[in-house]
């Protein structure tokens, strides 16, 4: 693994090195004693990293050379519904399911790095007492009876290490399981895998120092996103049947959307970040959140229903709002406002591709979707640089110092995606008294936000939802992946948001065409579309297999309606399974 | 009036004691210009500003000498749905109802100095409307038609000042109502009056350098607490039939326990305080609160349930969590944990007496109370001073800036209780990084409450609410209000408390014996319980007609069934409305 930074303190890193050596290790020991010839086979079939980090592979198609018909269908042929039906009517058992599963994370695993540790045992020994379970009692644990759900390592895993992407806490055994791996563990999820994350979790990205890089599942050589960049990857190649990521800045929904896949980053406090490492850490400016990746939004609804009404977090955690996942009764008219562009960075050409798409297929169902185009109302650029600023200003107005203190522990190096963050607020720490300014600035536009395009009565456009991109460009080159304005803004405003695949993908012949006139000045176009000597960056041909997944925003606290809303669009856009 | 300080700069207080002068003539001129010879009257009867304030003079007396039978049955005898149905079979109308709380609102300000501002012709042309609406349609306008509401200053009001207490915004006039405001206008209140708010709104006593002293209602002496102390006194004196008032600290809770009232803190967000002076100002530490104060416990759950469930207050207000008002289900017997001492501030007799009384009452109905002494259970003092530490430098993590920029405008004395609220945190502008800290430490003790008192399974106590002293006093002595830590504790971790009469009123013979012994040595402790020389301040004598009113605390977010345990409690106290 290459590491473009020196060592904050070389001497101390050096310690630290066999740590890492042998957390690392201890994941190809667990690929290769469950199952050596397997393993093996895996090994000659997929390519070396260097290929893989180099060519736009489609990494799913090693899932077709790798796993046995039966296998395939498990892993991919069936929802949960019919994982569920199937045990219940005897024609699967748990066990056979956890054993499909943790070969195409195996796989998922070798193709794209994206565990950071496997629970293989634990899986299965857990898969086994489901089986006698069902056996027994001919009826189901719970909801999640014999599901595969992947982890972001985010959250803590009872007697397992959380390394939150930092070396120093690479031996932080954690006490109990964080409230939601618990929750679905009670309904009888399985747990084999817990996914990478970046260091730091603050990179669009997901690049850490002890696992390195994690690869997009459709093509390896480009970036997963992140911070739930594992979770991208694993839900993509199927390694899970979805996953639990979490989300300050983007972290469900840039990942989701590079994989093509549903996210849903629910209104804050909906769900419980309890016994997650790091915690808030009493940052509440800008407020995480926790939530489902998944390959439908029948499953993403299934997660959330289940999550909320059965497992009733608030009963465990006083910060998580007791609101139950509620039937969304959505308008007869779903008026939606398409924002092509935030006027601060214009997006690439494959996603105002995407959304003329979506929006036009939309508009031939008049009888169900007015269309609204934002242009006229969002707002300026001025505006937007204020709130941009705002954003990221919060994100770091410590000076970033509980980050350095455990960088500084083990010495590891600063990664450049770890180091874009911190000069996010100029890297200044500032005082109580302008945290408080800056925060509110973010009610401010919360409010104006409400008022200009969710009020229905006053002056508001009485929109329902706001379409727009999830990212400026369809997936991203490693390390490229700076301007987080699309997602961020919706977590400084806690507008509850879900990512879904529109079926279009990046064109290299079609996405060429760019008009460099017509792009602003700002620092932040600046950074993501030229390089330093003034020449347009944007190749389209390397963004080849790139999905073009897009961002639907709903009223606060309404994350139901937007999930029933996604489900209606797809039905129009007929988007399949995959 | 005397202020006990200097003004910060009396050069520039100078310019702006004409614009005092003239906002308060306005008020004497608008209850003169109502009805001289009522007003000449009431000035008759009720004693001079000396004598009211050095004596405990019950002034809801001057109610019975001063008002004619039918409006004395209107202030008091008569209940919100009494009033309702009243109107609808023509026996009373809304001009009746408004002109008998006018007169009870001048009765009130004469002998309590509650009223900030009249809104009589308002009041009168709304109450008109109503009649005219009534008579034409056959129907109320909505749930408060006619029902006089007085508004704690701090909500905003349209084309009028709102001071927040500070001289320097006696010429700042509100473009529009607070949303609160807008809701129960719709809904058909009747505004005649605003009332007194102390200097900076962070005082537990009443009293700003614009209007002065605001006095208790059962003991003029005595103070009417803070800061909503104006609704203490108005709503104690039948001035209006319920109020608004706001808490981040007690300023609910204490005034209506000063008052012998019943208020409600609701969980922090379920109400908006959209549009008030000041607003939040992305403080939100600590966050502040907005809620009623009524005279009996169905009037306060009446507010609630029209509020939300017909204001819906998350529809102009994204801030605030569409959470409607549920009917509480209490479970077959209601486990309550009294807490006689936080173990930072022993409280005076009465309050100890009536935790007793109340306590002893309830075990006598095991069938539906079981009650559990907290003594064994409660933090240790150290855990409570590491609490009220946090809590205090939260409130002032700032430095106070923001206030500090508003008195310095006006040059106007900084009073001791406003000073006295300055050096919580020991007056130091900290770091965000620090905020965070304590921030951070809040959200630990706010699951400890949760896992030790509340859950039902794992080790916690299961208990479904907490009995605890409202003050450490039954009133309390003008600036002497120094202790927040009964009811900030609850700010601080944010469950809902509602505060209720027990029926048990200082008694100076009784209420005398102190352990002086068993006083702790904290700070705290001794700057309620000691004067600077090491005697006891405590004097029996001061207190009387003192109330004792307490604290039920419940679950985050489970308002409704705090305000239903309270009405449960209440039939067996048998406390009657008055």
């Known amino acids: 693994m290459t590491v ?27 690929m290769k004693s469950y199952d050596p010839d397997f393993y093996a086979k895996c090994i000659e079939v997929i390519p070396s990293d260097e290929v893989l980090d180099t060519e736009p592979i489609d990494a799913r198609k090693f899932l077709v050379e790798l796993l046995s018909e039966k296998d395939l269908k498990i892993v991919n042929g069936y929802t949960i519904d019919d994982l569920i039906s199937k045990q219940l009517d005897g024609s699967l058992t748990a066990v056979e399911i956890a054993n499909a599963f943790i070969k195409s994370s195996i796989i998922a695993q070798l193709a794209t790095n994206c565990v950071m540790q496997f629970l293989i045992p634990y899986a299965l020994e857990k898969a086994k ?45 954690a006490p109990k399981h964080a409230l939601t791996v618990d929750i679905f563990e009670k309904q009888g999820a399985i747990y084999h895998i817990r996914t990478t994350q970046p260091q730091s979790i ?61 996210g849903l980053r629910p209104t804050a406090k909906r769900a419980s970040l309890l016994n997650c490492t790091p915690g808030t850490g009493g940052q509440e400016s800008v407020v995480a959140t926790i939530g489902p990746i998944a390959r439908s939004i029948d499953e993403l609804n299934y997660y959330m229903e289940h999550y909320l009404n059965d497992g ?32 601060l960075v214009t997006p690439y050409p494959a ?76 890297g200044n720490a500032l005082s109580a008294y302008e945290n408080r300014y800056h925060n509110s600035v973010r009610d401010e536009y919360q409010l104006k936000i409400f008022e200009k395009f969710f009020q229905k009565d006053g002056d508001g456009l009485g929109l329902d939802f706001i379409l727009s991109p999830t990212y ?48 602003k000045s700002n620092d932040y ?19 080849v297999n790139g999905p073009v997944a897009l961002q639907l925003t709903g009223k606060r606290y309404d994350d139901e309606s937007v999930v029933a809303a996604v489900k209606r669009i797809n039905e129009v856009l007929n988007v399949e399974r995959r």
């Open 472 to 519: 400026l460009g369809p997936g991203e080159i490693p390390k490229h992946c700076v301007y987080w304005g699309y997602t961020s803004f919706w977590n400084l405003f806690d507008y509850p948001n879900v990512i879904f695949p529109t079926g279009v993908t990046h064109d290299p012949e079609l996405d060429v065409k760019v008009d460099t006139e017509s792009l």
């Open 202 to 262: 603050m990179q669009m990205d997901t690049w850490n120092v002890i696992s390195g890089r994690t690869r997009n599942a459709l093509s390896t050589k480009l970036s997963p996103g992140g911070s739930s960049g594992g979770e991208s990857a694993a839900v993509a190649m199927h390694a899970s049947i979805m996953g639990v990521g979490t989300d300050i800045g983007g972290s469900i929904r840039t990942p989701s959307a590079f994989g093509n896949l549903y």
């Open 351 to 426: 996603i105002l591709r995407g959304l003329q798409t979506v929006a036009n297929k939309l508009k031939k169902h008049s009888d169900v979707f007015e269309i609204v185009d934002l242009a006229p109302y969002w707002f300026t650029e001025e505006d937007m640089k204020k709130i941009y600023n705002t954003n990221m200003v919060l994100y770091t107005i410590d000076g970033n110092k509980a980050q350095m203190s455990l960088l500084e522990k083990s010495g590891e190096p600063i990664l450049p995606l770890t180091q874009h963050y911190f000069n996010f607020g100029g």
């Open 525 to 543: 176009e600046k950074m993501v579309w030229f390089d330093k000597s003034g020449s347009l960056k944007y190749d389209a041909n390397e963004f």
């Open 129 to 173: 007492q489901l089986d006698a379970y069902l056996k027994e009692n001919g009826e189901l644990v719970g909801p999640m009876h014999g599901i595969p759900i992947s982890l972001k390592e985010h959250l803590d895993f009872k007697d397992k290490v959380t390394s939150a992407g930092y070396v120093a806490l690479l031996e932080a055994v």
């Open 4 to 30: 473009d930074a020196a060592p904050i303190d070389a001497q101390t890193f050096e310690k630290y090195k066999p740590i890492i050596e042998k957390y690392n290790a201890q994941r190809v020991e667990d």
């Open 312 to 343: 009733k977090p608030w009963e465990y955690d006083p910060s998580t709002i007791p609101i139950p996942w509620k039937k969304a009764s959505l308008p007869e008219k779903i008026r939606i406002g398409v924002l092509n562009t935030d006027n």
